[in-house]
């Protein structure tokens, strides 16, 4: 046995996770490209393929002209580089490549990387070297060339907002004035109109929350209601702005993220291994917004990637669901504030069960509690443990196993499904996967109820000795 | 906060406190009705001055307030748990195979070329066969597109739900898109104890419809007599359409024994149930239907020895009389068909293959097939022969009534028909069948050998795929166009052997264009080629990942 092999040893010492088909699919920018990736997916076209101890993995795959292309994945990134001209990230050739390795394993022998291949991930590794040593820290890069204008530039950014605030309270108190009735008739102008002031503003936080007050008139039965609350967290959100002085700081940090206000990752990096949660796209105007729940084993923590795609383009930050990658994450200030930036990996982790759970009828209190340092929150996450998925009149719930454990009863918690979970094939999936018994799942608890992301399969875990379940299953 | 000073109003903070107070459907009743209307505040007190801030301040804080506070629900009543599922789960390799199949099914289709790469929905069939006959259990998570692809396709049906097992009839149980898995388990195997009289009788009386047909078929496939015994108690009382269905049962697991039930129901009331009870005795050669059947078909056909060479006159029967009716034999032709001919053909369809060869003078059946018929009757007598023998799965006939596959298609003496070869076929041995159809292949190419391909078994014998390939490749070398040929490819893909892949492999590589080729054409057979030998390969490798 050979103890080392010249160079570092493998990262993090831990086995190298190989992505499954499902994670792969993940990283799909859309379903065109996921279709052709899947396509390419078989030993057919590819040729010269390997892969190293660090799990990057390489192949050419031969296209319609002469030359193959030449692709290769850093799965600690994921990064990927292929000579083929496609503007979509990752190529399907990335894809194909990643598929071949997740349902082919002879395909791929242990190597040293093609030269090719190597330059590219030599170049790489070089640049993450650099970049984590103190003397040229992240940091530095971002920071502002001259404070003292930097400090002008937000001082009259502050004054916009404070402005639009002012504008957006004057326009409420109208709206009240007349009544909320009046708004099903003047239609969405009204509302376009206010929002686009709140870009002019500066304040995109305060015209996003405009304009889903626009899509609430109108939205079906009960509709006043919500328009009443949304519009009075609304002036909430302007008097804070307009008091901020006055507030603790990280309840300012908050405020001044609900306004809209960029903000940069600044708390200490914490280092951990993230088990990747869920990932999903929420579209929004002409971008489109990611989401990246991540879990930390060490800290316990759960962390919020965020991260934009502009007009068309998928964001291209992009982490496989169930895998668990060894890396530092920078939080983002503010109270109750999950958000995170991914900072340097350090490879990949094998594949771990779910973060610890609590029970349905503890979720409200999560919930609550979070509200307490951030009034605006919608939803917060959550891991239930031991529920079951039940048909209730409107749709779904979630039910707690053991509160009472025969079939039938009616004691014990449950939490509703969030409408948008309704409608998503992942409701199924969820469905299937209790088979009527208690599952692990991780979502949002909210006041619209719960939304659940991920699940783990319980079946499995019985045959791969794990007491907590198998591997995770996306349900978004 | 603007504050007004005015002694009768009072302070915004003290009007806020008591709009905060009031209780949250006020609110809303202020709100929608505009503060001017109706201004937010307690009875008999004025509304506060800063009417419209006071409402949002008691908005924002009941909302928060709410949402902080809110409990967990009642549970609904729960489902029934999913009975467990005892066949162990899939090997991981083929687990990913699988979503990796359903995932290619539900993303849209592309462009009309299909490339090299292999089309993943049409292997799902044979994934899921394999699946079975090795007895894995369907991974849960990957029950819902499995139940959406048998949605979409009928023919995925059975080998998908009986993968899908209780948790997926579970799952459809659950769900209105997947009623359709419902149906399929109604009509399947009945929960009632076959070794309990009572209970088997109970069911035969009280059950529904669907129920009774499944019981007498399960009855049938473990004790023919008893079932026959079972349908015998109320046979008098059903209804004419039910009646039908329960003989149909008796198609399965036919014997001698059937016989008196069957004459019986040669004078039922109904037309429909007449004329499949003769159906049915006249597949049993040894049957009196099938004797007297042979004994008006011996009247009308005989050897002719006037001439030189032997040869064989027809006298077609010049009236369908009650008793030929009683048996079966219907009277009125379809438009355009003349009575007499129509009345022959249903009397040799009926009559025992066996009975030919003996009024042949011992010639067999191949020497009797070739025999020359008079006055134009050839067609209708061979094509009557062929019906009798794929209705009494005699291959001697079958055989002769094909011909030798290599003998010109229109000039044989059997039937020239492709519909009726196939059936002709299906009578065969896989082996013989293989084998017929690559002969076939090799003499006349392609252009009709579809549907006789769909009757062989899959994977093909090693002489039929090889000449399949072999007149793919000498089509190639015709110059014609691969899609003209598409059929048979994408049967190939599904069909060949994997084992045949590395024999393929010399064909994928670009030939030169050949003068009088079509354009380009060499360039799409390569391409052609290379799909079926990627395909090939893939099979392999889904099969070695369910065996592991």
Known sequence: MQLSHGGEPSPAG????????????A????????????????????????????????????GSGSTPYRTVVDPTGPAYQCSCPSRKFPCKHALGLLLLRASDDAAFRSAEPADWAEEWLAGRRARAARTSSPAAGGGSVRGPADPAAARKRAE?????VTGGAQELE????????????????????????????????????????VRELGAITGSGPGWPVRLLEECGLLHLLDAAWLGRDRLPDPLAATVRTRVGLPLSAEGPPVRDHWLVLAQYDIPDGKIVARRIWLYGRGSGRTALLLSFGAAGRPPAQALPVGATIDAELTPYPGGGQLRAELGEQFGATAAAGPPPGIAAAAAPAVYGNALRDDP??????????????????????????????HPGARTGSALPLAPAALSRPGLWKLVALSGGGPVTVFGEIGHRGFDPFAAWDPGEGVEGGGATGGSVVRLV | MPHTTSPTAPTTASASASVDSLPWEELVTSALLGTDRRPPAPRGDPGPADAPAALLDAAALHTVRRRAGLLPAVPEARPEPAAPDPRPALPEAARHRLAHLLADRSAPSGAGRRGTAPDLTELIPQWLAIANRRGFRAP??????????????????????AFAGPRG??????????????????????????????????????????????????????????????????????????????????RSGLSGFDE??????????????????????????GSALAARMAARALSCVHPDRTGDVASISVEAPHECDADMQRDGVMAVPPTGRGERSWWLGQLVEATPLGVWEERFGGRPAEEIVALPVADDWADELHTAWCRAAVRQRNPRWSRALLGRPSEPVASGPGTASIAERSKLLAVLGEGERASWVAEFIAEHGLSEAFQLLGVCTVPWAGPLGRAVVDALDIARDGGSYPWSFSGVMGLAERCLDPAEADRLEVLTAAQDEQEGASPGAGGYWSEAFQRLVSTLRLRAAMEAELMA
């Open chain 2, 169 to 250: 009839m579970w799952l459809a149980g659950l769900n209105p898109d997947w009623k359709f898995a419902l149906r399929g388990a109604a009509s399947g195997a009945p929960q009632t104890d076959l070794t309990d009289p009572d209970a088997v009788a109970r069911l035969w009386e009280e059950g529904l419809f669907a129920e009774r047909v499944a019981l007498l078929d399960a009855v049938r496939a473990q004790d023919p007599p008893a079932a026959l015994a079972l349908l015998a108690t109320t046979w008098p009382t059903e209804r004419a359409e039910d009646r039908l269905m329960f003989l149909d049962s008796l």
């Open chain 1, 156 to 160: 009259r950014r502050a004054e916009r």
């Open chain 1, 170 to 209: 004057q326009r409420l108190a109208d709206l009240l004035r007349g009544g909320l009735a009046a708004t099903d008739r003047s239609g969405y102008g009204l509302w376009e109109e206010t929002a686009a002031r709140m870009v002019d503003a500066q304040a995109p936080g305060l015209a996003a929350r």
């Open chain 1, 376 to 405: 605006w929150l919608d939803a917060w996450p959550v891991t239930l443990r031991d529920v079951i998925p039940v048909p209730s009149k409107d749709g779904w719930q979630v039910a707690d196993a053991h509160a009472d454990a």
């Open chain 2, 260 to 285: 008196p039930f069957l004459e019986q129901a040669l004078s039922d009331r109904s037309r429909n149930v007449r004329a499949t009870a003769a159906e049915l005795l006249s597949a049993l050669p």
């Open chain 1, 14 to 25: 831990a086995p190298v996770a190989r992505w499954s088909v499902e994670q792969v699919l």
């Open chain 1, 27 to 62: 990283l799909a920018p859309d379903t065109a490209s996921r279709k052709a990736g899947t396509r390419l997916g078989a030993a057919g076209p590819w040729s010269g393929t390997g892969c190293d101890a660090t799990g990057a993995v390489w192949g050419l795959c031969k």
């Open chain 2, 140 to 161: 849960a998570a990957l029950l819902p597109p499995l139940l959406d692809a048998a949605r979409a396709r009928t023919d995925l049906r059975p080998q998908a739900l």
